[in-house]
């Protein structure tokens, strides 16, 4: 069976483009609508989307043989988020983000656990990859930036230099992305 037969002809650059309305602008559009807090600047947008087919490539959804900070292992969702980051972001949120926490806890499926919830909650696993780059404080790149992104990336979301580089992410984008 081929990528075309499980997707009925679409390519991956038609999917990420439909991934990228669908879970990234739409959720980022509500959280604005519910908590007033603006997370769909095009370069956030690209970011985010830039962060998933580097991590992922829309299509891996459990990253085993990572232990994180805390011991836990894997990381999740398409996103590729590990529990310790997950945790940070809702710390930081609770701590001076009240509203936005609010709006982005609205996307969580309480009926299933965490993990479940960043690999199969688009909304939500997306939503805390955006906020984590937005609790770092500090300037994102120029829209349209490549290489600014790439390297945000990998300072702020990948923090090790084994699990991908500027140019994966700047290949990944071109890829998937544009």
Not at 21 to 29: C, E, G, L, M, T
């Amino acid at each position: 069976m081929t990528w075309s037969d499980i997707t009925g002809g679409w390519d991956k650059m038609s999917i990420a483009t439909r991934f990228r309305d669908k879970y990234i602008v739409a959720p980022f559009d509500k959280v604005l609508e519910l908590s007033g807090y603006d997370l769909s600047k095009k370069c956030a947008v690209d970011l985010t989307w830039g962060t998933i087919s580097k991590e992922s490539e829309f299509v891996h959804l459990r990253q085993e043989g990572i232990i994180d900070l805390e011991g836990d292992v894997g990381a999740f969702g398409l996103p590729q988020s590990e529990l310790v980051s997950h945790n940070n972001v809702i710390k930081k949120l609770e701590l001076n983000h009240q509203k936005l926490l609010e709006a982005v806890q609205s996307f969580y499926w309480h009926e299933e656990d965490l993990k479940f919830n960043l690999m199969f909650n688009f909304e939500y696993s997306v939503l805390i990859c955006r906020c984590l780059y937005y609790t770092w404080n500090s300037p994102l790149p120029e829209a349209g930036d490549l290489k600014g992104m790439a390297a945000y990336w990998n300072e702020k979301y990948n923090r090790n230099d084994k699990h991908g580089t500027d140019q994966q992410f700047i290949n990944n984008f071109r890829k998937y992305c544009k």
